[in-house]
């Protein structure tokens, strides 16, 4: 699957959008996307899934993301408590360096999240309550625009970004070793596995010896950086391949199952559901309007 690249309009010289308290169903959401912006996203409530670089996060009330710019992912909002949040989008250049003595960048959290690879942030209550107050803050300057709007927007920035790093490099400091990078075996498997849902050959077994690496160390290395184990992660995959053709084309339901590796049509149904809430029936209709 190829990545859609998302644009923002930077005509008026403040890079800046918030998408504030927006509930979205699954039909609504972009598929994988990326864009040159840095995103900070805030959940509310409800529940769902985000898939950030290869990796899928659970989404719960009081979590924050990083996706720093370039960095695909694509969010599946739970079909019955779909999740509430803000997106605070920016271009890096909004933040420019201070030299105040200090080597600090407010854009380090970012810059941690890429190289640990580490995207979502738990909160205090403390925390929850400061950021809810600062996108509500943005918001309001927004929309009242009072003289100087901009100015008072990006000192909600500033402040949001101090809060969300005092958070997150502490954590991060202690964690800065080399080691922490992705290995070659592990990058090279996870785009085989983009390129080929729809082979067979995608089990434990097959992967890691086409990786050179033993099956037990092979899962644990995969599981701790992606977040699930193999077998949940390419079905997860293959089912958002089928949500794709499910949409782009008029092949039926047999034949998509076919081509995204599913043995069964029934355990095709049952996955299906299990993410979407719906039968691809049901989400085709839907999001065709037919």
Known sequence: MQAIHKRFEDSDNFPFSLVYKDTKSPQRELPDHLHDWHELI???AGKGTLFINHAFYDMRPGDVFLIPGNTVHRAFPDERTPVTSS?????????????LGESY???RCFEQARKRKQYKLETSAAERETIARLLDDSQREGITRL?????AILIRIHELLLTVNR???PESAAQDE???????????????????????????ADLSRRAAITPSHFSRVFKQLTGMNVTDYVVVKRIMLSKELLLRTD???GAICAQCGFDSESYFYKKFKQMTGMTPSAYKRGERGG
């Open 147 to 151: 003289p100087n709007y901009r100015v």
């Open 251 to 253: 092949d039926s339901i």
């Open 105 to 107: 960048s407010l854009l």
């Open 178 to 204: 080399p080691g922490g990078a992705e290995p070659v075996w592990m990058r090279s498997t996870l785009t085989y596995i983009d390129a080929h849902l729809g082979d067979a050959d995608l089990k434990l």
């Open 42 to 44: 805030y959940v509310y």
């Open 87 to 99: 997106a605070l989008f920016f271009a890096p250049s909004l933040i420019q360096p201070m030299n």
């Open 167 to 169: 958070m997150a490099v």
